[in-house]
């Protein structure tokens, strides 16, 4: 949720920049803007609840919905391949988990890539469930590990959490 409101708040900046020069389009972001800041607050309200957040959408949905809010921010392609199947053997605390994480990648990728495209797989492999989050943009650089944010560390969090193993590569100047 946090990672939406941030969204957000930069797709307010980005409607506020086209705000003279095209401002059908900035009323057309700032409407979106508002209606996915009005589903946060009944996510946010569920939760609190103890409700998931997000109770009434696939797994597949609320990623492209995910991925379609960033395009707001900057545009982006996106190539989503969701194996609905696997979805539904999984439980809400893995599928909740698995969509902070393409959240949050996808956030990290639009606010600190150069990335054109953005590629989200989640398939099965053996017995497990496999969450590719792949980009076309500039890569990781080795100082990253030590960047104030908190992405990657989020990320080993939460796969640990679910008993499972982060492998991150990158190459810099070649995507992630």
Do not use: W
Not at 20 to 27: I, V
Not at 65 to 74: D, E, N
């Amino acid at each position: 949720m946090i990672q939406t409101v941030y969204a957000s708040g930069m797709s307010l900046a980005a409607a506020s920049a086209v705000l003279h020069t095209n401002p059908t389009e900035a009323a057309r972001k700032i409407h979106e803007i508002r209606d996915t800041l009005n589903t946060t607050i009944r996510d946010l309200r569920a939760y609190i609840e103890g409700l998931k957040p997000e109770h009434d959408a696939q797994f597949s949905e609320s990623a492209r919905s995910i991925l379609t809010l960033m395009q707001g921010v900057r545009p982006i392609g996106f190539d989503l391949q969701i194996d609905d199947a696997l979805v539904e053997q999984l439980n809400e605390r893995i599928r909740f988990h698995l969509l902070q994480i393409v959240r949050e990648a996808t956030s990290n990728c639009v606010r600190h890539t150069r990335a054109r495209c953005i590629r989200i797989v989640l398939r099965r492999a053996a017995d497990a469930a496999v969450l590719e989050i792949s980009d076309d943009g500039g890569g990781i650089e080795a100082k990253a590990e030590k960047a104030p944010g908190n992405g990657l560390a989020n990320f080993a969090e939460r796969t640990r959490e679910l008993g499972g193993m982060l492998q991150i590569e990158s190459t810099p100047g070649k995507g992630l």
